[in-house]
């Protein structure tokens, strides 16, 4: 894959001299899903702004597609790359949603019959299809998450910047947008770059993340790759996902020698397939060659239990 959006050299201090950013350098492939983690006020937010020229840098360059930011029309940039803040009452601003996702089509110059396409699309895309004339301030916090989703949607970009999309969501709905970026991402092609403190998420839909603490970018790679490095990402004030930590636990508590360290329910699953044991369809399982460990009889019942 080519590189769509690079970062090189980037330093950001606000006006009142705090320094957020450092020596950032950062290469986003073309049809990417990377992951920006860290903890608050260690850099995401401003840097997403600064990836589509929200904000400007003190030192440093943006390219997009190998074309300097600076050189290239805003009315251009801000079709190509387009951002989902963090709270979509800061997005959302018509009386309905049909006119609200209408809004950056219009500005676009399409014509009316391509503006309808390009809302119904965004709308089918997010499952909110009936949604057209529904006033704003009728909408549930995740459904003006799912508008602000289907409002750049209708502006066709070819990178998506997500400023935490799944902050203040119930479990359910965390997973159900992070479901339909993952689709947006994989059958449209878009290049996601996400913030977020879902750790837990990560290793299921995403494909690289970075970590940045204290405006620095410490661990950039694969997730199970980044998230081997425990000590690094506590340091980071971030923890490692709940089923990383439990097998963490049983790794150096309890002596089991796994290869990798599991992320998801998928891989622990996997991981405990291939420990040794006798009798498993009679309930008697048997824990062997591990040190610190005892060999013990479970009954059906008691693994119900437990």
């Known amino acids: 894959m080519v590189d769509i959006l690079e970062a090189k050299d980037l330093h950001f201090s606000y ?3 705090k320094s ?12 990417e899903f990377l992951g920006v983690l860290g903890a608050n006020g260690s850099g995401k937010t401003t840097l997403l702004k600064i990836l589509n020229h929200l904000l400007k840098t003190a030192k440093g360059e943006i ?3 190998g074309k300097n930011i600076r050189s290239i029309n805003k009315d251009m940039l ?19 949603v049909g006119e609200d996702i209408a809004f950056g089509p219009v500005n676009m110059g399409l014509t009316k019959e391509e503006v309808s396409k390009r809302i119904e699309y965004a709308l089918g895309a997010v499952s909110m299809l009936e949604f057209t004339d ?3 301030h009728n909408l549930s916090f995740g459904e003006k998450k799912r508008i602000c989703l289907a409002g750049v949607l209708a502006m066709g970009p070819e990178v998506m910047l997500l400023d935490e999309p799944t902050s203040s969501l119930d479990p359910m709905g965390a997973s159900a947008i992070m479901r339909l970026l993952r689709k947006l991402n994989k059958e449209n092609g878009i290049t996601m770059v996400m913030s977020t403190h879902s750790v837990d998420l990560v290793p299921l839909f995403i494909d690289r993340v970075i970590i940045l603490n204290q405006g620095r970018i410490i661990l950039d790679g694969k997730p199970e790759n980044v998230f081997s490095q425990a000590q690094v990402i506590r340091e980071a004030k971030l923890r490692l996902p709940r089923i990383g930590h439990l097998f963490e636990i049983l790794r150096k508590k309890d002596g089991f020698n796994f290869n990798s360290l599991p992320l998801t329910i998928g891989e622990a699953r996997e991981a405990i397939k291939s420990l040794p044991t006798v009798g498993r369809a009679e309930g008697d399982i048997f824990r062997q060659g591990y040190p610190g460990t005892l060999k013990r009889k479970v009954s059906p019942t008691t693994q119900l239990t437990q």
């Open 78 to 96: 801000f079709r190509k790359i387009c951002t989902c803040f963090q709270n979509p009452d800061d997005q959302l601003f018509a009386s309905t």
């Open 15 to 17: 006006p009142d001299g």
């Open 134 to 136: 529904k006033p704003i």
């Open 20 to 31: 957020v950013l450092r020596s950032i350098n950062l290469s986003v492939k073309k049809g």
């Open 63 to 65: 390219y997009l597609e």
